[in-house]
């Protein structure tokens, strides 16, 4: 793909069926090693938050905590980056969201997120997906017959964040990697009201039993590798069986299809199209509600995070160094505001 001129990659990639189930089965066995591939439920109460517990460094400032959350009658589990400067009241907050196999360490070492949001002051929490996966789409299966769970989670921990004066309402945003772009679309496209911005790094939005569609405007960026081959850029309609006992691979529209569903349902302007050095960016600029939607198309690029240093297992593809999507995305995000 050139820098000036679209690929038809960039609108309906065919999707290579073949060594698809043989690359994912490769990528989720090599997690362990370091990187990974509408709600309508009654939202918290802003006055009585659930318990909290952390560890004794989580009050210092420009500390990592591992904090834990109550939500029902389960505890979950998250990360939490606090800037350095003291003051200033409640903070922007980006929930980022690990990928299928991986886990909190995992993506914020793939990201390197704290350095970008640290200079942001920006709060940051990277939460703890049950058997490490999310619950991306709407259809219960075997393992998580309650599909809505992580939203609740979700929205719970934003509300606790809220309620202890941390984290600043209209500034919330949601980002995620693979399994946790996807949720991260979720939480956009059936929480338009708490969520200021989302985006999504390798992650497109579920469909089929699981689809997930937009129900109102929220800037959205994703960002994907042109060569992803083990959540093409095309989509995953037929996603190959998982493990035994693991939870079903959730099926994807294309990266394309996700960027264009947020951006009807923002009434976003056309979509205008430009090449750049190393990538092919679409945007959809914003509408009367001021949801602007981009698609940015990573050349040569697999399943990995633009600009992360940490090597990607074999068989997930190029890591493209044309941009830091850490950097890329909290710019777009911290534009917004709800």
Not at 152 to 167: D, S, W, Y
Request: net charge neutral.
């Amino acid at each position: 793909m050139s820098s000036n001129r679209f690929s038809p990659s960039l609108r309906r990639t065919a999707t290579r069926r073949a060594p698809y189930a043989a690359t994912l089965a490769l990528g989720l066995s090599l997690t362990a090693a370091g990187l990974t591939g509408c709600s309508t439920a009654s939202r918290p109460p802003a006055a009585a938050g659930p318990a909290v517990s952390t560890s004794a460094s989580a009050t210092a400032p420009g500390v990592d905590s591992r904090e834990r959350l109550t939500v029902g009658d389960g505890t979950r589990e998250y990360l939490m980056h606090r800037p350095a400067a003291e003051g200033g009241g409640p903070r922007p907050l980006l929930v980022a969201f690990h990928g299928r196999g991986a886990d909190a360490e995992q993506l914020r070492r793939q990201s390197a997120l704290d350095k970008a949001a640290e200079a942001r002051g920006m709060l940051l929490v990277y939460p703890e997906a049950l058997g490490k996966v999310w619950g991306a789409g709407t259809a219960a299966t075997a393992q998580r017959p309650d599909p809505d769970a992580d939203v609740r989670f979700t929205e719970t921990l934003i509300a606790e964040l809220v309620r202890t004066g941390r984290a600043d309402p209209h500034r919330v945003y949601v980002a995620g990697f693979s399994n946790g772009g996807s949720m991260a679309l979720r939480m956009a496209a059936q929480r338009p009201d708490l969520v200021a911005g989302a985006a999504s790094v390798s992650g497109e939005l579920p469909t089929g039993a699981a689809a997930v569609k937009p129900t109102g405007p929220v800037p959205v960026l994703i960002v994907y590798g042109a060569e992803d081959p083990v959540r093409p850029l095309a989509g995953l309609p037929t996603p190959g069986p998982a493990a035994p006992g693991e939870e079903p691979i959730t099926a994807t529209v294309s990266a394309r299809a996700s960027a264009e569903a947020f951006a009807a349902a923002g009434g976003a302007g056309g979509p205008a199209e430009e090449g750049k050095p190393g990538y092919d960016s679409v945007t959809w600029p914003a509408g009367p509600a001021g949801a602007e939607v981009r698609l940015l198309v990573m050349h040569g690029a697999g399943h990995t995070w633009p600009g992360s240093t940490m090597p990607p297992p074999a068989g997930f593809g190029s890591v493209s160094t044309a941009l830091d999507a850490s950097s890329t995305l909290l710019d777009f995000l911290t534009a917004q505001k709800r």
